[in-house]
């Protein structure tokens, strides 16, 4: 059965590992390298329960996480949050990012949260078709803004109104 809960500073190692394991298809984040457990604490401690979350899917081990961080530090953004989801080769395509999403959206009135937005390149198909499954509308495209290997990347902006 799998639980969603608040990651814990002893989760990070995993969620470092899902992380990484995305960086070579180059679809999924603009880094190029791996990154290390000690690299991403800060970003782990900016992450405040009740404040900006980073969930984390279990089952036997850590399936996935979730996290949102400020979408721009201006006042007026505060009601928005970019999310991230990443998900472990094992549980993709089971349901798991599904799950994750929809629990984030049942915590956002309480977070004071009303507009979610997602960066994702163009070419990333698998995670295109999440988003709009899950009723995020394409609100933007910015060609050629990330170069990847020599290869420029287009990055699109999506959103969803909770």
Known sequence: MMII?????EDLE????????T???RMVTANSSEVSVESRIPWFEAHLPGKMPLWVAEEKEIAGWLG????????????TVEI???I???????GVGTRMFEYAVSQCPQLHIKTLVGLIFAHNEPSISLVEKLGFKRWGLLPG????DEVERDLAIYGFRV
């Not at 949102?68 to 009601?79: D, E, G, K, L, T």
Request: glycine letters at 2%; charged letters at 20%.
């Open 5 to 9: 809960r608040d990651a814990a500073r």
């Open 14 to 21: 995993a969620i470092t590992a899902i992380f990484n394991s």
């Open 23 to 25: 960086i070579a298809g």
């Open 68 to 79: 949102f961080q400020p979408f721009n530090s201006r006042p007026a953004y505060h009601a």
């Open 84 to 86: 991230s989801l990443y």
């Open 88 to 94: 472990a080769k094992s549980y993709r395509r089971s």
């Open 145 to 148: 803004v990330a170069e990847l």
